[in-house]
């Protein structure tokens, strides 16, 4: 059973904080800890302006997230770990070996998909990426 749950992107300011907030909200009350992480966090940071705007359309929130990097404390508290690109996958193998095993694309149920970074891109590429997310989220809250 799944207890602890970490989203991990680059930067973690706009996919997997977003992840986040929503695997959140689909499995409130069942007591389970969802967070993110950044392989290269911008540590401190809060939460981009159109990934925040996309939320709160949804009726979500993100504004109390602040960015921080993944170190090996994080890691071992995970008992899932889900990335958007495959390149993360294997850089948590190479940093933390002992969490590969635990390590999955959020788009695993969808034939292994990735979720692209839309980082300094128009809503349009973070519109993509909520849908991309949503259904991601929405298929793993199903395991739990």
């Given amino acids: 059973m799944f207890k602890n749950v970490l989203f991990v992107c680059v930067g973690n300011i706009c996919r997997s904080p977003s992840a986040e907030v929503m695997l959140r909200q689909s499995l409130e009350g ?3 800890q969802v967070s993110s992480a950044g392989l290269g966090a911008l540590v401190g940071h809060g939460i981009d302006a159109t990934a925040q705007a996309l939320l709160v359309e949804h009726g979500l929130n993100g504004d109390s997230h602040r960015a921080r990097q993944i170190d090996d404390a994080i890691l071992g508290s995970a008992d899932l770990v ?63």
């Fill in 30 to 32: 069942k007591g389970i």
């Fill in 82 to 144: 889900l990335t958007m690109e495959r390149k993360h996958v294997h850089r948590i193998a190479e940093v933390a070996p002992q969490a590969s095993g635990k390590t999955f694309l959020l788009g695993k149920w969808q034939q292994d998909r990735e979720i692209p970074d839309p980082y300094r891109q128009q809503r349009p590429a973070f519109e993509h990426v909520y849908r991309l997310m949503a259904e991601g989220v929405e298929s793993w809250a199903r395991h739990f």
